[in-house]
Nanobody
């Protein structure tokens, strides 16, 4: 059974940074396109960006230039480096496979507030 475990969230002030981690068990991510999503209160889950096996990345316009997705295939883990955080980045962040998603993990809460 594939499991996704997100971690690294927290409460930060505007302009600060966070690095989220998503560890995958039960499936090898090496050749998979991986993605980060986020869901703000009252909103639907939205795609933040995705990362191909060749490290090609695509980002939502709202985070482009501030967020970076990376992967460590040896650890079966992907990361989301978030810089210059804004209050509108407040959400629960999730990872999943971009194609053929699996059941969602619990996510990790990111709150950006002064």
């Amino acid at each position: 059974q594939v499991q996704l475990v997100e971690s690294g969230g927290g409460l930060v002030q505007p302009g600060e940074s966070l690095r989220l981690r998503c560890t995958v068990s039960g499936s090898d991510i090496t050749h998979r396109v991986m993605a980060w999503y986020r869901q703000a209160p009252g909103n639907e889950r939205q795609l933040v960006g995705h990362l191909a096996s060749n490290n090609y990345t695509v980002y939502d316009a709202a985070v482009k230039g501030r967020f970076t997705i990376s992967r460590d295939n040896a650890k079966n883990t992907i990361y989301l480096q978030m810089n210059s955080l804004k209050p509108e980045d407040t959400a629960v962040y999730y990872c999943n496979f971009y194609y053929m998603s699996v059941p969602w993990g619990q996510g990790t809460q990111v709150t950006v507030s002064s």
